[in-house]
């Protein structure tokens, strides 16, 4: 219908990323069985490679579905009707994890916020000191807040429930921040860590992550929520010999290898700091163009993705579709409460730094397109940061 | 570190079945934003697609999910904890469904089978005009048993129903029948579909369908079982602008959208014809080598898979490793009871008339290197067959 | 051996360019049978899909072979043994040209030139003029000169061929040019129009094509070069059943018939105004570099590439391998008389606003970090040209 | 238009064959800088690897063309106008490599031959002894004649040149023999090896081969045959450091080396010893069915095609095409001399014992529907040599 829109598309919403042509050629893959021999090892090693990313020598479990289907296993499989939760509103995807456990039957003590900062570590230990009778079976944090562009610390939120001696297990959502910023399942003792395929990890959507803990499992023995398609102790089993109880997802299943097989030739460490300098420099450009951004506290800064507040009066969401139809880019919409007042740019996953300055580029002719009030000099200032951050 | 094995893999398990190379290339695609406009066009092609498929007017659901996933959903999104549900034992998938079933907190009635043969319309009308108070509250039933080669006759087990007079769902699994062997979801009025990707749509695992039923709808509003991922009420509001409550499986929708075409352009009748007369063929070349097949009634013979029995005394898992290391070819296991004892041919999907040809000269090899007793001239009988049946 | 380089990689070279996703696949398809109806319709699709991208009614041929082949093609075809052709030293491969020319046994009239302008019409006409004996069979002209960014204006060479009163054959190679620039065959009454696959029409190497004029296959009865593989006649006849003599480069048709779709879904006249436009950016960003472009005559600026000098004392090498390590792109090297001094901006093909603002932003940090004296404020000034020339 | 063709097809004609999908998506890797660092490598690893599948520790080199292109190079590198050349008529490929080398010029001494039997080493030695003043200047010899499936016996060639003493160079077609059947270039002395990449080695078209003797190379500095794109000595050069002079065929020398890494891992005696079981089969059927082998002498049976002989009054062609429209199978038809009386059965490459069976079954079957006599019992037959055979 409308003609072919020329060269690489842009995708910088902050996940799905752009997936590496190694990855889908290796989706390409004729399938094969999955109850074979060769198919035994292929789950060993993406087992034993998503083990190494998480920062776990426990057992990671990989689900044939979104990143919400590995929200509702770790609720499913740790607790009972009626039991519950401490969330926090940190954006759009807390709010619908409370949704998914409110659905389950769940009680949910849901502390409000502003959508401009993570988790404070401070009311968690508060809370969980008054919860004398451990009625708090759960503390559901989420890492990094894809609509906001907000990092909560997951270490200082498990120092305070060890100030508050709280029995409470942990869970956290790294859907966007896993194999993009530093995240230590184990060393923060970690319960379940949830995450998906189609963000850090490079992939199309389509798997779900749990990383549990031996507590966790402990935990999911006395759980009486019903389950059958999560249940972990299902999985469990059958993993060890490199086997699934029921079809697992093949061919993203190949492109997890290959992905895994990509970070580990960078190197974590080198992942880590290159989503870093993106953010700084994104944010730089935000800055330059006299715009807001929607994370208020430099501790608590994404590398994974800017959420860019547009001045009142101007539709976010009109400015992002004059970038996608004029500048062939994706850029994350703003969702729930900050629908049309924000945009997002996703710099995370398989990205470089010529990436972002041509992302950084189409926002700011898109922005003048749009007629959205900015100064210019936003790439001029990220380009200052790239090669001062190398 | 083993050597390469020369030539195309026969995957002839009864599923994932051999994923076209049409399918494979539509899979690595890049992924795209799954909120922008093109993404909106793709979920209403493939939304459509299906309902052709699976002879509906009504809501099709796809679940990022194996075929587990969707069984799952259609319990939980119809029934209520401790409901009765009515299904019968008619092989291995059967079994499984009635796990996820109990674990889901149902309360199963299990007709007891020989896994030789479907579901009996009989002792449907019989079980059903006896439940005066309507206990049961669903009919599940596995269209084609992919564990025996055994198809139930859909359409007369709701015939028997409505002898019955009574008003439970009919729940159909159509899982490897699906887009393989006739199948009528409206005509037959049956008010949930289950299926997914990896069989008859040519796909490589990760999506799980559900059809379902204006009855099967009205039925959610009241059914308590708790469910968040799978709640079909999520997924329809969504779906109609293109959309999803949650990331979609994008390139296994790519190729979904692929599979939908190129059966069409077979047809769907002809794609009937043919796996009927792959079957008709196989059969034969079982009959010619004087083995059993585990189907005992012609009228449930199986047009996707045939489910072979080894003599007493042999072990079917040794013929299907020879068949493997020597042939480069995978059959499926003998599932729960008759593992061991039973292999089964899939000779659904991408397939034609030269890779059954190949496939059971294999068999006919391989039975004879393993030292199974047979005569010869499977293939031989099938080729007649093959010919005859142009 | 060495890490992953993160991101996509900046193919910038002026050819091979970077080949889209749907072209890349295009060629994963199984090879089919070079003598059987499928594969004459894929002949007759690519031929007058070329034809109407080279602008020509007449008969165009494809080689397996480079443009190297297809420069050797147009030659051998039309011409005997000590034969005088007209050249020009625009370049690099004006100058490679003529080294196949005298290879081949031809003898050379090589109008010398300072490899910073295009062919002078005015000295066509000369030379012509002076040719009272008709010595001069065929004028030979680069249309647009890969080694420096200069395009030569092949009407005007036409029309003072017209005013000499010259019978010469007109060979033009538009090798870098095809489908990124306008261009004319017929119009311009070009004899033989040389071109490739790795450029414009966004393909890897391996095709070369020749478009002919009714007066160049005239002229290929009489002419005297031996000649088997590139021969037209043998080319013409099976082609216009849709088959080949000898065998294809099946698969790098099919890419070929997904590039010419792809150009007729833009548009051709979209096409070469997106090249015009990124032309236009890149030079200004060069501009406000403070550095010099190779073309020196803005009639004559090319819309594939952009050549630049770097200030003497600089290695325009040294600068490109920082370019290439620290930020993924290849930029071309400056070629024959101009190595080390030139680099060469590469923006045809596949290509759109955003990987030019990325790659001029490569180029910026890369003066920087190897110390080459420029001036901020390149990609500053490409964003602006680029908005103003939506 | 017409409806999809389900399943694979069956490519069996003697090349290009079916490639392996390994292979395929190598294919599709983005097209990277001929000139960078990471090209190097890649033509390195490719170089090594022919020279394995060569038997040469000499010199080889790889054009962007087809095997007409590597014919015409091997003749245009090593002779002079007028030279004569010694070739035999063994078949449709002798015969045009005969016409290439009068388009070019020679003179050839093409001993007359009945198209069922190879090069006679007798008569080379007869020829040779004879001609006392060494007009000869190349002995060319199609090892695997594609059209009639005779193998020549290139060694015994040799041997009889030893014998009449005389220094004409041999020049050797391989290019349906290398990689499926046993070839020494170094150790049968022979001076050019011609080959290409469509057959054993598993790729689409597009590769030209040549290895290339010292005597050959020497012989070139003399050779008198205008030559540009195939000078031999352009190429050694920069071949050394990786790169070529001309843009090389980029994917496709992706797709080399995965297939040549593939021949490793299955090791080239196994991949011998695999032609060799496979071709015995064919016949085996052949002679089943009652028909006749074109090749007339058991010691030059080709490992890689066997061509058929249908009986008087019945078209090979209507046939084909049958077996085409039928079972997706596409069939080698009769060239030249044998149009219509001959059709040929492709069994080399990325084959396997299934796919073999399968071929021979829509043989089977194709022969009954077209009305061909013949008796049935050909697949059974390839079946009982093929179990005999492992």
């Known amino acids: 219908m409308s003609g072919y829109l020329p060269g690489r598309h842009f995708l910088q919403i902050p996940g799905p990323t752009n997936v590496p042509d190694r990855v889908l050629r290796a989706l390409a893959a004729p399938t094969i069985d999955h109850r074979g021999p060769e198919f035994g090892r292929l789950t060993k090693e993406v087992l034993a490679g998503l083990q190494r990313i998480v920062k776990t020598t426990g057992p990671v479990i990989i689900f044939p579905s979104s ?19 401490l969330m926090f509103e940190t954006g759009q995807f807390a709010t619908l994890w409370r949704g998914v456990a409110i659905r389950l039957g769940l009680s949910v003590d849901f502390v409000p916020g502003d959508w401009r900062h993570g988790v404070d570590p401070g009311a968690v230990e508060e809370r969980l000191t008054k919860d004398r009778g451990h009625q708090v079976k759960a503390v559901c944090v989420v890492h990094n807040e894809t609509s906001t562009g907000v990092a909560s610390r997951v270490d200082e ?52 992550i749990n990383a549990v803990s031996q507590k966790a499992l402990k935990a999911s023995e006395a759980a009486k929520l019903p389950r059958s398609y999560w249940r972990w102790e299902e999985m469990l089993k059958p993993n060890q010999s490199g086997f699934f109880p029921y079809t697992p997802a093949t061919n993203l299943l190949y492109g997890l290898r290959e992905a895994l097989r990509m970070l580990q030739e960078e190197g974590l460490d080198a992942v880590f700091a290159r989503h870093a300098r993106h953010g700084e420099a994104a944010r ?80 700011e002719m898109g922005l003048s397109l749009a007629g959205v009030p900015h100064k210019k000099g ?13």
Chains 1, 2, 3, 4 share one sequence.
């Open 378 to 390: 936003g790439v001029q200032a990220a380009l200052d940061s790239l090669e001062a951050g190398r």
């Open 284 to 363: 730089r450009a935000v800055q330059a163009w006299g715009l807001d951004l929607q994370c208020l506290d430099p501790q608590e800064y994404s590398s994974s993705l800017t959420a860019v507040r547009v001045p009142e009066g101007h539709d976010a969401d009109a400015f992002r579709k004059i970038v996608l139809e004029r500048f062939n880019m994706s850029l994350g919409n703003g969702l729930g409460k900050v629908q049309g007042r924000v945009f997002r740019i996703g710099h995370l996953g398989d990205f470089n730094d010529l990436m972002l300055v041509g992302t950084l580029g189409g926002i």
């Open 157 to 208: 939120v498990r120092q305070a429930m060890e100030r508050a001696r709280h029995p409470a297990l942990l869970l956290v959502d790294t859907i966007s921040s896993l194999a993009s910023m530093d995240y230590r399942h184990d060393e923060w003792q970690v319960d379940v860590t949830v995450s998906c395929s189609q963000k850090g990890l490079m992939l199309p959507p389509g798997l779900g």
């Open 67 to 85: 990143g919400t289907g590995a929200w509702e296993a770790a609720l499913v499989n740790t607790l009972s009707p009626g039991d519950t939760v």
